[in-house]
């Protein structure tokens, strides 16, 4: 298939390969590493994990509340650029900020860790918003993967840079790893605005109306066309029930995917143990992707994610167990096996049931779930940790959300469905 040639897709692309250095160095590793031996210096490891899950619940809920609305006020103000530069660069500050917090300092440090995070997630809802403005005709797909490998990409190149420099400070000319990381966090930044330059100056500001219209209209409008999609999705019983699974489960997924690492610090894994295994979980999920979207094709999609989420109670189950490092390799190997198949199965199965009509309607509701779909799990976590004063008991209690995930995704049935039926679709 023949890549865009367009100045202005390649330009919006960058800008996911210079926000995903946030996504998978700071707040997969760096940050809950550090946040854990550097800014909770002194607290007890229960304590700082009840922190950080309620720092990640937090700004996943404000944007949870926030992101249909500043979505139609973009729309309806032809605001979507200015929004995404807005909040690119105050992601990007924040990020630089944490370099100065000092040692202790957990309250700042969490601040500036919400801000940037929520920088983060509604600069994504604005970048996704202008997907169909900057495609080309009949290429919106490839310009979705386009931006998706782009950001994988360029979020797995500095995390490359970032292990270096944490594992081999030396080699930088740093005193220590805790001298590394808060450079680390300088060069988030600095990647995050370089790379959101070329959108600003190569995208043009999709214009649908003709005049700019008042952000509290913006506002009143947007948060009605919320609550139509809300209406239009519960007409479809299959698609609401298994909108509401998916939140559920998705929020366990997205909960091991931030919580994986202060989990293993607070169990007394070395930080060198930690980083590598985050980099197998990057090697594997490849491969596995692709493994997992074969086997959806064999048995069915939701049977295939019934397996994904079987796979994430063994890796609790065994995680409230490990006593070895090597043991932590196998549980990272284990969830790049199942992370990308129970994510891109569970985009293919709700293909299968939402009405051709109003593909684009219900997919951007789906996509709002998948992104912020990480508010019960951390808090869970945090919670369940500082209130038994074991980390261990606190791992297990994400199996909830599994189990509950997966019993609500059994009572979608797909033979009310209104969308079109596909060969193996029922599972």
């Known amino acids: 298939m023949q890549l865009p040639k367009s100045r202005k897709v390649w330009s919006w692309a960058l800008y996911y390969w210079g926000n995903h250095a946030f996504a998978t160095s700071v ?19 229960t304590v700082s994990t009840f922190r950080l899950g309620l720092a990640n619940s937090v700004a996943s809920l404000i944007v949870a509340l926030s992101a249909p609305v500043l979505g139609a006020i973009a729309d309806r103000g032809s605001r979507k650029k200015q929004f995404l530069i807005f909040f690119a660069f105050m ?18 440090a969490v601040v500036f860790y919400v801000l940037a995070s929520i920088g983060y997630f509604w600069g994504n809802v604005f970048g996704d918003s202008m997907l169909v403005n900057v495609a080309e005709k009949n290429k919106l797909d490839m310009t979705s993967a386009i931006g998706y490998g782009m950001g994988y ?22 005193a220590d790893a805790t001298a590394a990381v808060r450079w680390i966090l300088v060069f988030t930044a600095i990647w995050w605005a370089l790379f959101a330059l070329p959108l600003l100056f190569f995208v043009p500001e999709p214009r649908k109306l003709p005049v700019r219209i008042s952000l509290i209209k913006s506002a009143r409008e947007g948060f009605g066309q919320f609550i139509s999609t809300f209406q239009h999705v519960r007409a479809y ?6 909108l509401i699974a998916y939140w559920v489960y998705i929020d366990g997924v997205n909960t091991i995917i931030q919580m994986a690492v202060d989990y293993g610090k607070a169990i007394g894994f070395s930080t060198t143990d930690l980083i590598l295994a985050v980099l197998l979980v990057q090697f594997v999920g490849v491969p596995s992707a692709i493994f997992f ?3 959806g094709e064999r048995i069915g999609p939701k049977i295939a994610i019934f397996i994904g989420l079987a796979v994430y109670v063994l890796v609790s189950v065994f995680a409230a167990f490990m006593q070895y490092s090597w043991e932590f390799f196998v549980l ?12 891109l199965l569970s985009r293919s199965y709700f293909a299968r049931l939402v009405p051709p009509e109003r593909s684009g309607e219900f997919f951007g509701f789906y996509n709002m779930l998948g992104e912020f779909a990480a508010i019960i799990g951390p808090f869970l976590i945090g919670i369940v940790s500082y209130t038994t004063g074991s980390p261990r008991l606190s791992i297990l209690s994400v199996i909830l959300l599994f189990v509950i995930g997966a019993v609500l995704l059994s009572r979608v049935d797909t033979r009310v469905g209104s969308g079109p039926p596909a060969a193996g679709a029922a599972g």
């Open 237 to 242: 019983k299959p698609v609401f029930m298994f």
């Open 27 to 45: 707040m997969t590793l760096f940050f809950p590493i550090f946040f854990k031996g550097y800014w909770s210096n002194g607290a007890d490891v």
């Open 91 to 108: 992601g990007a500050v924040m990020v630089f900020a944490l370099h100065f917090v000092a040692k202790g300092a957990w309250q700042w």
């Open 153 to 174: 990409l360029g979020g797995g190149i500095f995390l490359v840079l970032g292990v270096l420099m944490s594992l081999k400070p030396q080699w930088f000319g740093l």
């Open 293 to 295: 979207g074969r086997l």
């Open 332 to 343: 990272a190997g284990l969830v790049g096996l199942v992370q990308g198949g129970v994510q």
